[in-house]
DNA sequence: AGGCGCATTTTGACCAGTCAAAAAGAAAGA
DNA sequence: TCTTTCTTTTTGACTGGTCAAAATGCGCCT
């Protein structure tokens, strides 16, 4: 069984990985998502290959192997189970679960999992759009596109909403952006940093920075 | 914030307790309970009584204090409602849940906690009939007979079945042992060290030994 | 009182995970 | 090519939790 440590590393490498597709990720970059020292990657990084759960070419960077990508998904399933389930069942807000899932997905037993998977009813996203992996580790498209890339003028759907800043979130759900909302962005000024964004069903339109903006992935909208 | 393995300390010796109340609980028995050497138990002990969680007296033996108590009762409440959680709602069997919970226990914030006992409507007791502790702390008292010290021919109440052994709860499901079903104890044999017991609303009459007799709580019969 | 047996404590060691700080590589500029 | 800078690795140390085995203390029996 790996240690809860061990699926964090994991975990991380898988997030970091999907932000530049087929490159190594670097230590530093690691060791900054996993909020420790560079020597302490370095360590767990040669524990971890000597595991085969990643492939490490030192001084170049990691990268999960297939077994690596197996077990980050199998975290993943977990987590985002378990975020939907303190939404759906226990009434909790989506900007609280994510630290709460943080913890438990560690100790969720494939039994138990099985159980809340039935019991939601076989769900294909957690409350922030995110895609859950099924029991056999198939995940479907996350989509890429953010609103920083939107064409001004055109309806775009929302799919997902990076769950890692609960303050955001909030934000976002006050605007009416959350998944499925369908949105247009209004205005763009690179210069000013910024964004426009109107939210159909909605009557105020609200302005994001590009760095929040970067967070709201969109796919295209549905017909009518 | 204590670690779970503090925590489960803690909770052992709160169980230790029960057993001998108001003596001293010996080093060797809580190293068996935790399945440790006693030597591991010594040092945990001096620094758990450094926390001020416990009454250590050296070569005597170990005692919780008003703060270690809390901490157990904490632990036990996410305990057992976790348990019930398991059973009532995502279906699981009463034998199967004490292990999960074992490891849940841990991880479930107080956040959740709430949220899970007001889902369960505020329950008084697990599945196996303990007492769930309210989060104040405050724990209804235990029933302390058991079957093993019943009347011969008179009603009882079945309060609580020990939870710890998966096989001896499937066992007592089957012969409908469970908590509130009424019994009545027909012959007890001393030398054969058992006993027969007849489950009413049951037509056969079975036959426990006093070990696992002596799992089975009782409390008197509710007027017929 | 003296010694025996048993529970307990001490000692030294280990593993996982971490940090601080020094050492080593690699890349890039002059 | 030489040097500077930045990232990565190495080294030594520490914490929490554990074990094996030796040392200690206590009660009890004769």
Redesign the interface.
């Known amino acids: 069984m790996p240690s809860s440590t061990v699926e964090d590393y994991i975990k991380r490498l898988y997030h970091e990985e999907q932000r530049a597709p087929g490159t190594l990720v670097p230590m530093g970059r690691l060791a900054e998502a996993m909020n420790v020292v560079p020597g302490t990657v370095t360590t767990m990084i040669k524990a971890l290959a000597d595991s085969g759960l990643v492939y490490y070419e030192p001084r170049a960077g990691v990268r999960l192997t297939d077994g690596g990508r197996k077990l980050a998904l199998h975290v993943l399933r977990r987590h985002r189970l378990v975020e939907l389930f303190?939404v759906q069942?226990?009434?909790?807000n989506w900007s609280?679960v994510h630290d709460?899932a943080e913890?438990?997905e560690?100790?969720?037993?494939d039994?138990?999992l099985d159980?809340?998977d039935a019991?939601l009813g076989f769900p294909k996203a957690d409350p922030h759009g995110s895609p859950i992996p099924c029991a056999k580790g198939i995940i479907a498209h996350e989509p890429t596109q953010t609103l920083t890339s939107c064409v001004v003028g055109e309806r775009y759907r929302i799919a997902r909403v990076l769950d890692n800043d609960a303050q955001f979130l909030q934000f976002a759900e006050r605007n009416g952006l959350v998944p499925e909302a369908h949105i247009t962005v209004i205005s763009k000024d690179d210069y000013a940093d910024a964004l426009v964004v109107s939210c159909h069903s909605r009557n105020a339109p609200c302005t994001l920075g590009s760095s929040a903006a970067a967070r709201i992935f969109v796919a295209p909208a549905l017909l009518q």
């Open positions: 303190l069942t226990l009434g909790f609280e709460e913890r438990l560690h100790t969720i037993s039994k138990v159980k809340i019991f």
